[in-house]
Structures are given as structure tokens and as C-alpha cells.
């Protein structure tokens, strides 16, 4: 699992490598597209009172995500929305929950991570 909060994640993330230069782009337009919309006068905006970007890895285990801001498993969330992104040919899914007013994790699971799970397409077909 990957989280990204402020810009430093985002550079480490370019410098180890994780992502190819394209996620890495959609990841960061995210980030940014979010402190356009949210930034209040902080002079270091992060997203630790607004919720995480979140990459979900196929170490993950979806049933526990507690270390994710959920108290259940992925599939147990209402999601406000769930889309599928392609990049580059890889498909991941977003998935937004809103856990209150304020606190919006966003969530990106690869394709090969949620085939681990045969209940993902009865989640998508409800909430998408």
C-alpha cells in the first residue's frame, strides 16, 4: 500500500521507481486537482485532514484496511464512486469513500489485485 499525502510522497514515489511515469502522472494531477479544490491558506497543503490517495498492492489484503482509514473490509464501504481508469493499457478502479463531511479517502486497486477477489464484480455492479 502506497499513500500519498502531500508532494513529498509523490517524489519519493517518482524516485523509488513504484510507478511507471504515466500513473505517476494521472497520481499527481489527482493530488493537484485536489488541493485546487481544497486548499484553505495552508502554506504546505496535505491531505491528512481530507483523506488519502491510497494504491492498494497485491499484498494488500482488501478484507483489512484498517491502515487505510477503513474500519472494514473495501467491500463492506458504500463507495460515493467507483471508476475505471485505464493507463497505458493497465486498468485500475478508484474508488471514493466518504467516511464523514470532511474525510474522503480516494482509493486506486489494480485490475490484478481485484481479481483476487470473486465478490468485486458484485460490489461494481451495485454501487457503479
Known sequence: MEKIISVADLMRLKIIRKFREKELFYLREQFFSLQKSLQNGEKEFTLEKYGPII????????????????????????????????????????????????????????KEVIEKYPEFPDYLKQWS
Do not use: Q, R
Open 55 to 110: 494504491i492498494l498492492e497485491e499484498k494488500d489484503n482488501l478484507y483489512h484496511l484498517s491502515s487505510a482509514h477503513l474500519s472494514e473490509s473495501l467491500f463492506e464501504t458504500i463507495p460515493e464512486e467507483i471508476k475505471e481508469i485505464v493507463i497505458e493499457g493497465k486498468s485500475l478502479y478508484k474508488i471514493m469513500v466518504i467516511c464523514n463531511n470532511e474525510f474522503m479517502p480516494i482509493f486506486f486497486v489494480p
